[in-house]
């Protein structure tokens, strides 16, 4: 069973920075796609950003949100157990509570939209709050 923790959510005001951190058991970064979502209050959740499986040829694809590709980076550390999103330029609409997931181990779908439906393990949230 994957289990996932996220950290690092606070209030920050408009146009500062802030990286959310992710943990989990295991070898769940090795093995599985893992990636970012987010919920603002009344709002279907969202997705946020992706990464693939790590592979011996490669660094991991990485996915973005369009509306968050130029500010948002998603970085994963396999020998810390961690992914981390690196936001910058924040802004009130970026206020929602972000959510770390995980594809089931060996998931064989290219990183991109058909990737998402996959990913079916969920952290319990971290709030992220933008003051203008």
């Given at each position: 069973q994957i289990q996932l923790q996220e950290s690092g959510g606070r209030s920050v005001q408009t146009g500062g920075s802030l990286t959310l951190s992710c943990t989990s058991s295991g070898d769940t970064f090795r093995n599985s796609a893992v990636g970012w979502f987010r919920?603002?209050?009344?709002?279907?959740?969202?997705?946020?950003?992706?990464?693939?499986?790590?592979?011996?040829?490669?660094d991991a694809d990485t996915y973005y949100a369009r509306s968050m590709e130029d500010r948002f980076t998603i970085t994963r550390?396999?020998?810390?157990?961690?992914?981390?999103?690196?936001?910058?330029?924040?802004?009130?609409?970026?206020?929602?509570v972000y959510y770390c997931s995980a594809t089931p181990p060996y998931t064989l779908v290219r990183v991109g939209p058909a990737l998402l439906p996959h990913?079916?393990?969920?952290?319990?949230?971290?709030?992220?709050?933008?003051?203008?």
């Open positions: 919920r603002a209050a009344g709002k279907e959740r969202e997705f946020v950003a992706a990464i693939g499986r790590p592979s011996e040829w490669s550390d396999i020998n810390k157990n961690m992914l981390y999103l690196h936001m910058t330029d924040l802004t009130p609409t970026d206020t929602a990913f079916s393990y969920w952290g319990r949230g971290t709030q992220v709050t933008v003051s203008s």
